[in-house]
């Protein structure tokens, strides 16, 4: 459901390719959102792996669970899925998309307000980022790419920078670097870095979803 409202704003995180971080920028954009605005958030778990599922279950079972509730909707249909939960009485629903080409990602874009596309600023993750880009555009879904996993300070990010912005990409503000705490905060509540970094990149986001009211 595209809507212009900010309750019951759909975001979904998609990538073609794998091993990008989306699943921790989608499970940390959910929890800065719950814990930020004090609204219901809603994560939804679209990969039939179900890592954001798993990461959910984890942290509750440690004794502190995620501040935004988790289901898993590995669907091809997701936009009658989502309207049977009555995802409207979500402030923020964040679908965390399979990699692939598949119909569940086509799912995700359709229904979303807007995607977030992460990608590393590797020659092989920025060409299988485009075809990413032109899915979204193709469901009209507005796109924010975000540079993941980078060195800062490098020629390859300002390249990288350089191509999306060429070719018409609407790149983030925010870069997330590579950094260990990232890597080691599967099964936790986000926090630092990754838990700034995906506020940040969220609320770019929103604002493309503005843009284009």
């Not at 990008?20 to 605005?37: I, M, N, P, Q």
């Not at 899925?81 to 874009?109: C, E, F, H, K, Q």
């Not at 980078?150 to 670097?177: F, N, Q």
């Not at 929103?206 to 284009?212: A, I, K, Q, Y």
Request: glycine fraction near 8%.
């Amino acid at each position: 459901m595209k809507s212009g409202k900010m309750f019951g704003m759909i975001v979904c995180c998609v990538a073609y390719k794998g091993g990008v971080g989306k699943t921790a920028l989608s499970v940390a954009a959910g929890a800065v959102a719950a814990r930020e605005t004090g609204q219901p958030v809603l994560l939804v778990d679209a990969d039939p792996q179900g890592s954001a599922f798993t990461w959910s279950e984890r942290a509750e079972e440690a004794g502190t669970p995620l501040p935004c509730a988790t289901v898993s909707i590995p669907s091809t249909n997701l936009a009658s899925r989502l309207a049977a939960m009555g995802t409207n009485r979500y402030a923020l629903v964040v679908i965390d998309a399979p990699p692939g080409s598949g119909a569940i990602v086509s799912s995700a874009l359709e229904v979303a307000d807007v995607a977030i596309l992460p990608t590393r600023p590797t020659t092989s993750d920025l060409d299988r980022l485009w075809p990413t880009w032109e899915a979204a555009e193709k469901a009209g879904t507005p796109a924010l790419v975000v540079l993941n996993m980078v060195r800062l300070g490098t020629k390859s990010l300002d390249a990288a920078r350089s191509a999306l912005e060429a070719g018409g990409a609407r790149v983030a503000r925010t870069v997330i670097p590579q950094r260990e705490e990232i890597a080691q905060a599967f099964g936790r509540v986000p926090t630092g870095f990754l838990a700034t970094a995906a506020g940040e990149v969220l609320r770019e986001a929103l604002e493309l979803v503005s843009e284009h009211d």
